[in-house]
């Protein structure tokens, strides 16, 4: 029962003193961003190389994030803004909502020829399918959409990541259902990107401590990836 209390007290001792490490070397114009790959993958380093043309003296600390550890990132100052779908509710966090994406089919054309510019999910069924079920919220936003409808997907790998998801589509393994920003980063001769006929939306985020709200140099930042973000948006729509 005590080691359990002690490292537990550890924990927060090491979160501490890294939070203090974070502190101290985040002196100057440097904007420490996380994201989740799916934006990290082509929206962001998009932005960021439109913003130095116009900021040359900004230096970037940029690194990918999953939503189990965007907290952590955030208390102990590894970041300052963090890029998500979700706002993790019930912490002291404020977030700017930056856009909207929404799911989209992923597939070889020489599988799928003659698609309609949105598919029905039904569409789906009988096709063998790479999954993303176990991938946080756009998994479960799929899944929740499919259990609703009774749909019956013939799931013949289960991915834990949209990149493995995206090469065995690649591949030939069959197709999958992700978030527009990997499509369109992961579009290649030979394979297409359809939207669903039943729209599934999310909403991209950036989230921060509410004890360190956006700098004006931050904020112009985010109006940049607001920006990059609609315009990738556009092109899946």
Not at 97 to 104: S, T
Not at 112 to 119: E, V
């Amino acid at each position: 029962a005590l080691f359990g209390e002690v490292a537990e007290i550890q924990d927060r001792v090491q979160a501490l003193r890294e939070a203090s490490r974070n502190l101290k070397r985040g002196i100057g114009a440097l904007l420490k961003v996380s994201s989740l790959p799916s934006i990290a993958l082509d929206a962001l380093p998009g932005t960021v190389a439109q913003f130095l043309r116009t900021h040359p003296q900004v230096k970037f600390d940029l690194q990918t994030i999953h939503h189990e550890d965007l907290l952590r990132k955030l208390y102990e100052r590894e970041t300052d803004l963090a890029i998500a779908y979700e706002v993790p509710p019930g912490a002291a966090l404020g977030h700017k909502r930056l856009g909207a994406g929404e799911l989209v089919v992923l597939y070889r054309e020489a599988d799928m020829p003659g698609m309609p510019a949105r598919i029905d999910l039904g569409q789906l069924a009988g096709r063998p399918l790479v999954s993303l079920a176990a991938s946080g919220p756009m998994g479960q936003l799929l899944t929740a959409e499919v259990q609703a409808r009774g749909i019956a997907l013939e799931e013949v790998v289960s991915a834990r990541t949209f990149h493995i998801a995206t090469a065995l589509v690649r591949q030939g393994v069959g197709l999958t259902v992700v978030d527009n920003f990997t499509a369109q980063a992961s579009l290649t001769p030979g394979l297409a990107i359809r939207p669903l006929a039943n729209p599934l939306r999310f909403d991209v985020n950036a989230i921060y401590l509410q004890d360190r709200p956006p700098t004006a140099l931050t904020t112009d930042f985010l109006k940049a990836l607001e920006r990059e973000i609609a315009a990738i948006s556009a092109l899946s729509a």
